[in-house]
């Protein structure tokens, strides 16, 4: 059996009748891992000795909970479950009622409300964009309650055929036990094993008794705005969108995700920094290549980018010379850094300049370390930049 660890005896119930279930339900949970509570917190732990690649838990598919079947309301800042879909079966329905109940027991709901940006997406919109680096149209794509922002927090994607069932789009479920993990980029992600929805032991550092999972590639930024969970600890941050004029047949683009523009294509030399942007690619009509999510790094300063858009800058003017080929490149890193500390330093000023009365003042010191933060990343490139003798603008 499980060993659960909690502060409260029906938040201790709650965590093993979810355990039982899943590990009724066909699932697994590693026999040295400890189900914690603490202040409303949740997380795993497990001995740092566990092998790194071994499965942590394992959740069959068929017990992962489609957030759209429940018919979920808040009293106060309580769940409630409704009538729920007739594709619900008995088992999952069972499931849902008891993370509910966690989630109240556990003051989800409250704690989120005041750890979210959703007060500042209502009523500071033009603040929000800026440090989500979204134009007016993405604010749309937020949800405007404080329900379906907190399920957004802890639901994951997964398409209509992996739960058998019909669809368009991707279904966005709850997670029991594996949603207990907290984040970290250095920790392992999501696998499917054997029809179950699993993640391996992840601890960042040889001594850490708690383990992670790695939501995604976000940004400081990014994790405050979609999770409401700070983290100033991360090596790089994410390039605003950019766009560059590198002569009258080529373009380059900076971007911060999307669909590929204008039917582009990955070329194959550009498949081994994937781990880096998902999307990279170039149109041969418009003579056009783009690059979405451009990290600047701190960890390995320049040479990420650099490589990056030396690979871009081959793809799209394919007849330089090597050394004009670096002398571009030398030249974009400088100006990508100096326009992304624009749009920090605008960032800064506007959360110096605005008033405390649409956010607690823990939110809005949270975002003014995250952009402080991001701040010291771009001003360490800056100085190397200057040091290595890159200087002018795009021409």
């Given amino acids: 059996m499980v060993q659960v660890v909690a502060d409260n005896a029906e938040v201790r119930i709650l965590i093993q009748q979810i355990a039982d279930m899943v590990v009724g339900g066909g699932g697994y949970l590693h026999p040295e891992a400890r189900l914690v509570e603490r202040a409303g917190a949740l997380s795993i732990e497990a001995p740092s000795t566990l092998a790194p690649r071994e499965i942590l838990v394992r959740v069959p598919l068929s017990l992962l909970l489609p957030v759209d079947w429940y018919d979920l309301k808040l009293d106060g800042d309580q769940i409630d479950i409704g009538v729920p879909n007739d594709r619900a079966t008995k088992e999952q329905l069972t499931l849902m009622e008891t993370m509910a109940a966690l989630f109240n027991a556990t003051g989800g709901v409250s704690q989120h409300r005041t750890r979210s940006l959703l ?23 937020w949800p405007d309650d404080v329900l379906s922002d907190f399920l957004g927090t802890r639901t994951l994607a997964v398409a209509p055929e992996q739960l058998q069932t019909e669809g368009d789009g991707t279904i966005d479920v709850l997670m029991p036990v594996i949603d207990f993990l907290n984040h970290e980029p250095r920790a392992g992600s999501y696998s499917l094993v054997e029809g179950s929805l699993a993640s ?42 950019l766009t560059f004029d590198l002569k009258s047949d080529a373009k380059l683009i900076i971007a911060r995700g999307g669909t590929p523009m204008f039917g582009e294509q990955i070329p194959p030399h550009f498949s081994d920094v994937g781990w880096i942007m998902p999307e990279i690619g170039r149109s041969n009509e418009l003579g056009i290549t783009r690059l979405s999510y451009l990290p600047i790094l701190q960890q390995d300063g320049q040479s990420t980018m650099r490589r990056i858009l030396d690979l871009a800058v081959q793809v799209s003017l394919e007849n330089l010379s090597e050394s ?29 300049d605005s008033s405390s009365d649409f956010v607690s003042n823990e939110m809005k010191a949270a975002m003014t370390r995250v952009t402080e933060n991001q701040i010291d990343i771009l001003m360490q490139s800056s100085a190397e930049f200057r040091e290595s003798g890159s200087v002018g603008t795009i021409s």
């Fill in 324 to 352: 004009e080929r670096t002398k571009l490149v030398r030249r974009l890193e400088r100006e990508i850094v100096e326009r992304n500390l624009d749009c920090l330093g605008k960032l800064q000023s506007s959360l110096a």
């Fill in 119 to 141: 007060d500042v997406r209502k009523n500071k919109p033009e603040l929000f964009a800026l440090f989500a680096g979204v134009d007016e149209a993405g604010l749309h794509s």
């Fill in 200 to 241: 391996v032991r992840g601890h960042p550092a040889p001594s850490d008794d708690e383990c992670f999972l790695c939501y995604g590639r976000y940004d400081a930024r990014a994790l405050l705005v979609k999770f409401a969970y700070e983290h100033t600890d991360l090596p790089f941050l994410f390039s605003c969108p």
